[in-house]
């Protein structure tokens, strides 16, 4: 079946500008993870979702940072006024039934360059 | 989460088998282990978990320590496709505060020679 699917798989954006980051999770996951991965680095985990309310938002990392999923299933993270520092590989994941013990599958990322 | 503490690189030959260690000296009694890995370009994929006994699976094994403060995971006829960053990460599957929230370290790159 389908994967986390996520667009564009790359971005490339102005300092300043506005983002948003598409994450399609597998059909029927309630919760969804969105990560953010530095070169070099692990993935630091942003926010989770638990249907389409935000259960932990606290990772993210400023109030530019903000993240929707109104239907519980397609969620968009959005960036204002992006700046060079966010440049990363922001990753989606979802997971089914109870996160705390659920398995999460990852999408390939979406690899954001702020110039 | 409890802090984990891997090699930052090891070295295989293909179709040998590979023993990638992790240290986790303060894990508590509810923490789990996951092992998640990631090819190059790609999201992290999971590989294997267990609490206290070894577990099998069809991509590895994991063998935990009887004090649990550390754990390996063995790959047993390393592939070129093996090839990948490994993360050993502790999560309270308990239904604590984590709600399921993977906290990645560095992890151990693994290169695989032909």
């Known amino acids: 079946g389908a994967g986390v699917s996520q667009t564009p798989s790359n971005k490339v954006t102005e300092k300043g500008k506005y983002v948003e980051l598409r994450c399609d999770p597998i059909s029927g996951h309630t919760a969804l993870y969105w990560y953010r991965q530095s070169l070099g680095q692990g993935p630091e985990f942003l926010i989770y979702f638990q249907g389409t309310g935000a259960a932990d938002d606290s990772g993210l990392p400023n109030d530019r940072f903000f993240a929707v999923r109104p239907e519980g299933s397609v969620s968009t993270l959005k960036i204002q006024r992006t700046e060079r520092g966010d440049s990363a590989v922001y990753l989606c994941?979802?997971?089914?039934?109870?996160?705390?013990?659920?398995?999460?599958?990852f999408g390939p990322g979406t690899r954001l360059t702020v110039l | 989460d409890a802090k984990t503490t891997q090699p930052n690189s090891m070295e295989s030959n293909e179709e040998e088998p590979v023993h990638l260690p992790c240290n986790h000296s303060?894990?508590?009694?509810?923490?789990?282990i996951h092992w998640y890995r990631q090819l190059p370009s790609q999201g992290p994929e999971y590989v294997i978990h267990g609490l206290t006994s070894n577990v099998n699976n069809r991509m590895a094994s994991l063998a935990i320590a009887e004090d649990r403060k550390s754990s390996t995971l063995i790959l047993h006829r390393a592939t070129l496709r093996d090839a990948a960053v490994y993360y050993c990460?502790?999560?309270?599957?308990?239904?604590?505060?984590?709600?399921?929230?993977?906290?990645f370290g560095q992890g151990t790159i693994l290169t695989v020679h032909p």
């Open positions: 994941a979802s997971s089914a039934r109870t996160p705390s013990k659920d398995t999460q599958y």
């Open positions: 303060t894990i508590s009694g509810t923490d789990y």
């Open positions: 990460i502790l999560r309270d599957d308990a239904g604590g505060t984590s709600y399921g929230k993977l906290t």
